[in-house]
């Protein structure tokens, strides 16, 4: 089956920096990738929508600059999350639109200090 | 990897008739979430059910869950063509969500 990756699983970093999340499909191209936050205990929320090609369509509450989303390619997604908080620890998981489904990625924990 | 496992993959119903996907598990969860994915969407939560729950519902929606079985099903009475859509579980073995890899539902007028 489709295979999506997410690089890094686990990620710890100071209050303040920027922390960069790659998403991949690896054996299929996607247009369309999501970009999902989980809380702890919590249903997953769609953060945005990425586009190869085009700015991501973000859903409503979430900031923009403060969550930057680049669909470079039809096999690459990435997530920034700028000037990082505590408040931003949390658990990201992307997923990839096939032809008739989508896929997800494992996750990345991140945990921000 | 995906933890869920949902079954059938692909399930073909006439409007108005019960539909019902199943979720299977294999390790001990805190919960366990079913959401919905339009054609070309993001996905939409539906419900979630705790583990010390057997049963949930949610207007159509109605949801049980067996840990001894470690499996959960999703039924949907009375669909309409807008239930057209894939339909996913989740659950949280870790604290962190893994999913299946849906149930394709496909509601006929």
């Known amino acids: 089956g489709a295979v999506v990756s997410q690089h890094p699983s686990r990620v710890i970093c100071k209050s303040g920096t920027s922390v960069k999340i790659e998403c991949r499909s690896l054996?299929?191209?996607?247009?369309?990738m999501f970009w999902y936050r989980q809380f702890p205990k919590k249903s997953l929320m769609l953060m945005a929508t990425?586009?190869?090609?085009?700015?991501?369509?973000?859903e409503q509450g979430v900031e923009k600059d403060k969550f930057l989303i680049n669909h470079a390619s039809l096999t690459l997604s990435t997530l920034t999350v700028t000037s990082a908080h505590p408040e931003d620890s949390s658990f990201y998981i992307c997923s990839a639109l096939g032809k008739e489904t989508q896929y997800f990625g494992p996750g990345t924990r991140l945990l921000v200090l | 990897s995906q933890q869920g496992e949902e079954d059938p993959q692909a399930l073909s119903i006439q409007e108005g008739e019960n539909a019902t996907m199943n979720c299977s598990y294999k390790?001990?969860?805190?919960?366990l979430q079913w959401y919905r994915q339009n054609s070309g969407r993001g996905l939409v939560h539906l419900i979630l059910?705790?583990?010390?729950?057997r049963e949930k519902h949610s207007g159509r929606l109605r949801v049980t869950l067996d840990t001894s079985k470690k499996s959960s099903s999703l039924l949907i009475t009375a669909s309409r063509a807008a239930d057209t859509a894939s339909y996913f579980c989740a659950t949280d073995p870790d604290n962190d969500m893994r999913f299946g890899a849906g149930t394709r539902l496909t509601v006929k007028p």
């Open positions: 059910i705790r583990s010390n729950e």
């Open positions: 990425s586009n190869e090609g085009s700015k991501a369509t973000y």
């Open positions: 054996d299929f191209q996607a247009t369309t």
């Open positions: 390790t001990s969860i805190n919960n």
